[in-house]
């Protein structure tokens, strides 16, 4: 998993790559070890295709100014946000089962053919 640091990298992975899942978190809130697990089953099962990174809002802020409530994970497709969940739920399969569920939901009704 990448750590993006910069606005200009942020950049770089969206306009190089098709698919592109961005996680932003905050050190110190409650929901980021799950959140971080989340993002690491994520990483093991979903197309290698698919680049993951994610985001210290802490540090970076001016990655992403709309970003409101972390941790967020959102999706872009060639360089468009096409999904987003703000927020965890209890547990890490929980998590991981949504997301994947409503990212699928999202590429079929795009014609993507993208493994999730």
Request: glycine residues 6%; hydrophobic residues 35%; aromatic residues 8%.
């Amino acid at each position: 998993m990448y750590e993006l640091k910069s606005k200009e990298e942020f950049i770089r992975a969206l306009n190089g790559n098709e698919v592109v899942l961005v996680g932003f978190y905050e050190p110190g809130i409650r929901e980021n070890n799950i959140f971080n697990e989340s993002l690491k089953n994520l990483e093991r099962v979903i197309d290698q295709r698919i680049l993951i990174c994610r985001v210290n809002m802490k540090d970076h802020p001016e990655i992403e100014h709309d970003i409101y409530k972390t941790p967020t994970i959102r999706v872009y497709y060639r360089g468009e946000l096409v999904f987003e969940q703000i927020g965890c739920l209890n547990t890490v399969e929980l998590n991981v089962k949504v997301i994947r569920r409503g990212i699928r939901e999202v590429f079929r009704k795009r014609n993507i053919n993208v493994k999730i």
